[in-house]
């Protein structure tokens, strides 16, 4: 079945560190991805998403690439905020509408 | 609304105590998803509505687990005969794309259940 494996948490940076947030996934056919945060006391929230192998997908100076052939999606960002820490949720979606999530990567920026 | 809105926000139920969970979505979203997030994991998908009818309930963890949407808008999602390992926190989550449509669904800030 569908499944997500995201780097294991939680990560702790200095203001102006770069992040990478690893997420490997296997998948039936040709899923859409996405990266969801969550910040503290809010509800999930789309970060980001690509569609389609090589697409890029970007917000907020956060990005990742759909790399099929090593069915990845990592999260990079050059330089982190404080406001950047949160829970940090990789999914694909295949058929269908349901999204399978990874377990969640804990980022603590510091200043 | 502007956004998802689910209620209540903390429950708190005795073993045993059946409990309904409501969620109310984005005006005009034809589909709406249940997950279920155990503490320190990513969601788990439930079960899924395209307008009033259940097109997926393949999640729900038991016979006990039973959601409805009656005229395809507001959702409850009711638990009976609540065990601990039910305590989680519940999301729901609508989108405008039908089903096989794909695309991002927007979140609710979810009902935290603690089972004592």
């Known amino acids: 079945g569908d499944s997500v494996t995201q780097m294991e948490g939680p990560v702790t940076l200095s203001e102006e560190a770069f992040l990478t947030i690893n997420c490997t996934y296997t998948?039936?056919?040709?899923?859409?991805l996405f990266w969801y945060v969550q910040y503290p006391g809010e509800g999930l929230q789309l970060l980001l998403k690509a569609t389609k192998a090589d697409d890029k997908g970007s917000n907020k100076g956060f990005e990742a690439t759909y790399r099929k052939e090593t069915t990845s999606f990592h999260l990079e960002k050059g330089s982190v905020q404080v406001s950047d820490s949160a829970v940090y949720f990789c999914?694909?979606?295949?058929?269908?509408?349901?999204?399978?999530f990874g377990e969640g990567t804990q980022l603590t920026v510091n200043p | 609304g502007a956004g998802v809105s689910q209620s209540p926000r903390y429950k708190v139920a005795k073993r045993g105590q059946d409990v309904a969970l409501r969620c109310d979505p984005i005006s005009g979203h034809v589909s709406l998803f249940w997950y279920q997030q155990a503490l320190g994991q990513g969601p788990e998908f439930l079960t899924y509505?395209?307008?009033?009818?259940?097109?997926?309930k393949s999640g729900l963890p038991s016979d006990r687990f039973f959601a409805e949407r009656p005229e395809g808008s507001v959702s409850t999602l009711k638990i009976q005969r609540t065990q601990q390992e039910d305590s989680a926190v519940y999301l729901c989550?609508?989108?405008?794309?039908?089903f096989g449509q794909g695309g991002a669904a927007f979140f609710g800030q979810g009902t935290r259940l603690t089972v004592v």
């Open positions: 989550a609508s989108s405008f794309r039908r």
């Open positions: 998948a039936t056919g040709y899923p859409s």
């Open positions: 509505f395209q307008n009033e009818a259940q097109l997926d």
């Open positions: 999914a694909l979606q295949t058929s269908g509408s349901r999204l399978t």
